[in-house]
């Protein structure tokens, strides 16, 4: 099966515990991303790489860093949690020139106590 | 920064019969714009596109109109049923698509 696979799908922790959450893709897209949709359902863009390379970095706070090991694979660390992290993080995944649209993962549900 | 405007949060339509969704961007260098569905207690898929160097696109129910001039986009989804009933996404990016801008979305909700 082709798509983008999130893990875990919901976490709960406590202010301060550091978390990571990993994105994978077998599409074979080139380009990935981390948005935030908050309890609104804004979305807004955190990162995006392409070919393991950073090209998007949005105004987060430092305790939010992407770690990309190839171009499969995104995962997001955050190092010490806070409740405004509470949110939905999806990971999303397109191949760029190819006329292909978004995909994205199921998401991630963080819940901070 | 760049922006995309959704004008319509919520918009109550009756089944079968259409809804519009307006959606404005400020970024002259936009030449993407996708539109996303999300269900309740779902991610986000995608329905619909369209490029710069078109102005109507039609996929079955869903038809895109792009003007340009007035970087105005809209999504009509036309012959409502109950399953259209979700959170309609418009966004907007550069050819490269590194960075997609996301309306904040209308919920839609088609009643019987």
């Known amino acids: 099966e082709t798509a983008v696979f999130q893990t875990p799908n919901y976490h709960v922790t406590q202010v301060g515990n550091e978390v990571s959450f990993n994105c994978k893709q077998t599409?074979?897209?080139?380009?990935m991303y981390w948005y935030k949709q908050d309890s609104k359902k804004l979305l807004k863009i955190m990162f995006s790489?392409?070919?393991?390379?950073?090209?998007v970095n949005e105004t987060v706070p430092r305790r939010f860093s992407p770690q990309s090991s190839d171009k499969a694979h995104l995962n997001l660390r955050i190092k010490s949690v806070e409740p405004e992290d509470s949110a939905v993080y999806l990971c999303?995944?397109?191949?760029?020139?190819?006329?292909?649209?978004?995909?994205f993962g199921s998401g991630t549900r963080l819940l901070v106590i | 920064g760049e922006k995309v405007e959704q004008h319509e949060s919520t918009l109550s339509v009756r089944e079968g019969d259409s809804a519009v969704i307006n959606c404005t961007y400020t970024?002259?260098?936009?030449?993407?714009f996708p539109w996303y569905k999300q269900e309740a207690g779902k991610s986000l898929h995608f329905v619909i596109d369209i490029r710069s160097n078109v102005d109507r696109k039609q996929s079955q129910r869903l038809i895109v109109l792009l003007d340009k001039k007035a970087k105005r986009f809209s999504l009509h989804i036309t012959a409502t049923q109950p399953e259209d009933s979700a959170i309609y996404f418009c966004?907007?990016?550069?050819?490269?698509?590194?960075?997609?801008?996301f309306g904040k979305g209308t919920h839609l909700h088609v009643l019987p």
């Open positions: 999303a995944s397109i191949q760029q020139g190819a006329n292909s649209d978004y995909t």
């Open positions: 966004a907007a990016s550069d050819t490269n698509a590194y960075k997609v801008i």
């Open positions: 970024d002259t260098a936009s030449s993407y």
């Open positions: 599409l074979g897209h080139d380009t």
């Open positions: 790489y392409n070919n393991k390379q950073l090209i």
